[in-house]
């Protein structure tokens, strides 16, 4: 019997996807969801939910909520009195009805963070960075964007979306971007778009060079500080203010869920800029504003980070207490001197393997960083320490690693960073 049309596609469409799947299963790259319970004023520790309906005491070492804001009592009051006094959702987006004085507040806060005249809230720092990216050309006609080679995916994604020129240049090469910078005609509007801290290697932009690059050819500078803000600088506002450099940038891109505790992106950066983004992005126009109890508690963050050094500096500690403790056992940790700290595995089937078993055996939640987030051969499990990561907690990983280590056999030679 012929098959009918609709059973046809079916096979296909089941066929196409099996395929898919299978790749990832071959590649030992297949990403499954843990499902972790945090528990409120206990992070990092968690319970992670069994199919069984049993549950396990677990650690989570691979968190981006690396200060612990994310149940910290300044947030949740915000966030609380602000649920009782607007309700769950904003009811929509910014221009419609979704702009309150919860809005407005975390805007001129974040412009203050950053010495900028004003900011612009999006729902995350990926839909931040994508949307602003992908505006520019509209404002500025002819835009040639210099993109670091490791820049984040959002940033790809924005500038592959714009339909302008790029050039995409050498990881923090300087003389590789000056190359290009000449070879792009005077008068050429240009903007050089990079991060401050790459997460995957923890390593830092030099910005202060890419600035005296940006003034000598004229070119606009747009940083993601994503990793950096509310971990460095004397307030929290990142690299560039611990470095003294906010002033030379333009365009300063954040996130709200990360050190912050919250949820939500957003850039800072001139009233006019801000301005023609609000009025030209699809991706800011089109959206639901933050639910303004999400926006009160990143306010209430980012107010109180701006005078808390102290949880900065054990932020930095257990950091440098960790890389330590696996320097010690002759681990192949990639050091730039950053909060993060990556563990390079160099196997996809071995680094699945090591964060499952750190998981099952000693309650440890790390997940693997698998390509195509990192080049094939570059493999690797990412430590994020936090300031309520004990001794204790460190020393259990650091026995779990050891053993595991051992195990698989694996190369104990350090990296250079």
Known sequence: MTQSPSSSKAAFVDAALESALQTLHDEGRYRTFIDVERAQGKFPHAKRRLADGTSQDVTIWCGNDYLGMGQHPVVLEAMHDALEATGAGSGGTRNISGTTVFHNALEAELADLHGKEAAL???????????????????????????????????????RRNGGEKRIFKHNDLADLRAHLEAIPQGTPKLIAFESIYSMDGDFAPIAAICDLADEFGALTYIDEVHAVGMYGPRGAGVAERDGLMARIDIINGTLAKAYGVMGGYIAASAKMCDAIRSYAPGFIFTTSLPPAVAAGACASVKFLKTDQELRQKHQDAAAVLKLRLRGLGLPIIDHGSHIVPVHVGDPVKCKMISDRLLDEFG????????????RGTERLRFTPSPVHSAEMIGDLVTGLDALWSHCALNRAELSA
């Open 121 to 159: 809230l999006f729902t995350s720092a990926y839909i931040a960075n994508d949307a602003t990216l992908s505006t520019l050309p509209k404002l500025f006609p002819g835009l040639v964007i210099l993109s670091d080679a490791l820049n984040h995916a959002s940033m790809i994604e924005g500038i």
């Open 364 to 375: 440890i939640y790390v997940q693997p960083i698998n390509f195509p987030t990192v080049p």
